[in-house]
């Protein structure tokens, strides 16, 4: 059973760059969509964007102008780089593995997130 | 704001039948994906493409769809059914992914 797990700093501060790094273990990183998704405190889920593991990126359209996803397929990883974060950027941070299910992309893995807080 | 709408909050009786509908341009033409998430846990997949169920759901949970709007429904609701749910689409690019706002599920 493919295990995803979060890791990463939980406090960054205003204007700096939020880095998280999501390691897949149980299973390849080949051939499947990996992704990020967020869930500020007591809101819906946001989808910041995926990588497919040949490098093929999408982001969120609203979140695209600050957002780096990458693979690390030798290592198992995939990351995220937010930059210029401020308090609204508070949020649980998910990685999830996607794979097409007719038409459309699923999340049939999750990681069990992690909290970043942005704050001086 | 998404391009998905769900209702915020709907209930149900224990063991009654509840729909949890999810309204949104690209849902025409296109399968609507459901997840439930319990209070401090990751979401999981209970209706996934072209409304079939992942392994190890219990078939009382059932999608549906039919133009703009897409449904979840769960026959025989449960206790440990009450959780929030979102659908997911794809956007009006086609590219990108976008949750519903979510529908929280209150079993009386």
């Known amino acids: 059973q493919v295990q995803l797990q979060e890791s990463g700093p939980g406090l960054v501060k205003p204007s700096e760059t939020l880095s998280l790094t999501c390691t897949v273990s149980g299973g390849s990183i080949s051939n499947y969509y990996w992704n990020w998704i967020r869930q500020s405190p007591g809101k819906g889920l946001e989808w910041i964007g995926n990588i497919f593991y040949s490098g093929i990126i999408n982001y969120n359209a609203s979140l695209k102008s600050r957002v780096t996803i990458s693979v690390d397929t030798s290592k198992n990883q995939f990351s995220l780089n937010l930059r210029s974060v401020s308090a609204a950027d508070t949020a649980m941070y998910y990685c999830?593995?996607?794979?097409?299910?007719?038409?459309?992309?699923?999340?049939?893995?999750w990681g069990q997130g992690t909290l970043v807080t942005v704050s001086s | 704001s998404s391009e998905l709408t769900q209702d915020p909050a709907v209930s149900v009786a224990l063991g009654q039948t509840v729909r949890i509908t999810c309204q949104g341009d690209s849902l025409r033409g296109s399968f609507a994906i459901w997840y439930q998430q319990k209070p401090g846990q990751a979401p999981v997949l209970v209706i996934s493409?072209?409304?079939t169920r992942p392994s190890g759901i219990p078939d009382r949970f059932s999608g549906s769809s039919s133009g703009y709007t897409a449904s979840l429904t769960i026959s025989g609701a449960q206790a440990e059914d009450e959780a929030d749910y979102y659908c997911?689409?794809?956007?009006?690019?086609?590219?990108?992914?976008?949750f519903g706002g979510g529908t929280k599920l209150t079993v009386l």
């Open positions: 493409g072209k409304n």
């Open positions: 999830a593995r996607a794979l097409f299910s007719y038409d459309v992309l699923v999340f049939d893995n």
């Open positions: 997911k689409s794809r956007d009006s690019s086609g590219s990108r992914l976008v």
